[in-house]
């Protein structure tokens, strides 16, 4: 089992920055990719950014790419997403997901994600 505690939500102003953290505990968390999705009132969730087990592979959503980065410290069990230039439309829930590795891809699929943390909130206001 793992258990995923996201924290650094809040509101913000339209183009401003947040950095969300994720904080695994209970298996090794260089065991697993990790990723982060989103979901808007009345929309499906949606994938948002993914790092693999080593932190060597990323991939993003083309709506975030170049505005927010993943990174993580696996000596800390961390996983981060690092938002600047926010927009209304990334407001949602976001979720830290983690699954286990294969390879070195950076899924981008839910299905391939198997530990899922509360959720926080997003909100960018115009």
């Known amino acids: 089992q793992v258990q995923l505690v996201e924290s650094g939500g809040g509101t913000v102003q339209a183009g401003g920055s947040l950095r969300l953290s994720c904080a695994a505990s209970g298996r090794t968390f260089s065991l697993y990719n990790m990723g982060w999705f989103r979901q808007a009132p009345g929309k499906e969730r949606e994938f948002v950014a993914a790092i693999n087990w080593s932190g060597g592979t990323t991939d993003y959503e083309d709506s975030v790419r170049g505005r927010f980065t993943i990174s993580r410290d696996n000596t800390k069990n961390t996983v981060y997403l690092q938002m600047n230039s926010l927009k209304p439309e990334d407001t949602a829930v976001y979720y830290c997901?983690?699954?286990?590795?294969?390879?070195?891809?950076?899924?981008?699929?839910?299905?391939?994600?198997?530990?899922w943390g509360q959720g926080t909130q997003i909100t960018v206001s115009s």
């Open positions: 997901a983690a699954g286990p590795r294969f390879g070195s891809t950076a899924p981008t699929s839910a299905t391939q994600y198997n530990y």
